[in-house]
């Protein structure tokens, strides 16, 4: 591939993220949207006519097309696995909105058949990429800080009760490994990580306050990250 050619895109699912999913690839000189896939005809309908992409429901004749470099998996967290795997199977790099998927087994095999096929795998953990964050990173790595011995991260966002009601998988875990930490927190998580480094182990506690899910909607951790450093 030259300089000059666009990378092709297709995405699966048309759920509320996908929007974000196209719009950015519409934006992108280099970037071209050519397919988009849902179990609804009329969302998939819907989504191509305002993405002036080509639309169908069947995941396997999509990615059987030769003008698909990248596929965006854009179904709920739970689901994230299968689309994946059978983008890997036809050679296609893969892009996963985070979560990668809602277990750990799910997750390895994700990453082990994309290792296989020798196909890229992404996660969406676009934060990372904000220009503050950018500097405090920079700042960190290059000693400007002093050694971190300690690092926090607190989020007090709050969804109602709509929100999870608004689709049957959210705030479940099967369908959303949880909700509060792996949903919502889960981008401030990743840049606690990427700035105190790999977590050595975990005290914490997660509970059901003031919502009716499954899942947690209050959360609470102590870590101790590699380094030696703490965290909460």
Not at 28 to 57: F, H, I, M, N, Q
Request: net charge positive.
């Amino acid at each position: 591939m030259s300089k000059n050619d666009k990378i092709r895109f297709a995405i699966v699912g048309m759920g509320a993220i996908a929007d974000f999913h196209a719009k950015s690839i519409l934006g992108l000189e280099r970037a071209r949207l050519v397919a988009v896939c849902s179990r609804s005809e009329e969302k998939a309908r819907a989504a191509a006519k305002k993405y002036g992409a080509d639309w169908t429901t069947d995941l396997e004749k999509m990615l059987r097309r030769d003008d698909i470099d990248v596929v965006n998996i854009c179904t709920a967290s739970g689901m994230h696995l299968e689309p994946a795997l059978a983008a890997a199977r036809a050679g296609k790099h893969v892009i996963v909105e985070k979560p990668l998927d809602v277990t750990m087994e799910r997750v390895d095999e994700m990453i082990t058949a994309c290792e296989n096929t020798g196909v890229k795998l992404a996660c969406i953990f676009q934060n990372r990429f904000n220009p503050d964050f950018i500097k405090l990173k920079k700042a960190v790595d290059d000693g400007k800080l002093g050694k971190p011995v300690a690092g926090s991260a607190y989020i007090k966002w709050f969804r109602p009760q709509s929100y999870y009601d608004a689709n049957d998988w959210r705030g479940t875990l099967r369908g959303d490994g949880g909700a509060a930490l792996i949903n919502q927190s889960i981008h401030t998580i990743d840049l606690l990580q990427c700035v105190m480094g790999p977590v050595r182990s975990v005290f914490g506690k997660t509970a059901v306050r003031t919502h009716d899910i499954e899942g947690e909607d209050l959360g609470l951790a102590i870590l101790q990250f590699a380094s030696g450093a703490l965290g909460l």
